[in-house]
């Protein structure tokens, strides 16, 4: 009994260890791997580029306001719309 359950553990970690393989050679050495660091790289600088307002400079996320349309403003900026 022993043996069939070490026999099904090895099994299954052979699959995982395959699976692990397939999954680094398809993101390292394809055109798709290649494909997917390049929109992981644009997202992380398109994120960069949204919290830099272009009169007052850069803010983290959890600083700027959400409008109701989904748009974010700088503080400043909408404070400025909001009292002026």
Do not use: K, W
């Amino acid at each position: 009994m022993t043996t069939i359950v070490i026999e099904g553990v090895l099994f299954v970690a052979l699959l995982a260890t395959v699976a692990a393989l397939v999954f680094l050679i398809l993101t390292q050495f394809t055109p798709l791997g290649v494909r997917l660091r390049q929109s992981r790289n644009r997202r992380r600088i398109e994120r960069a580029a949204a919290t830099v307002c272009p009169r007052h400079g850069p803010h983290t996320e959890s600083e700027l306001v959400l409008l109701p349309g989904g748009e974010r403003l700088c503080p400043e900026c909408y404070s400025e719309i909001v009292h002026d």
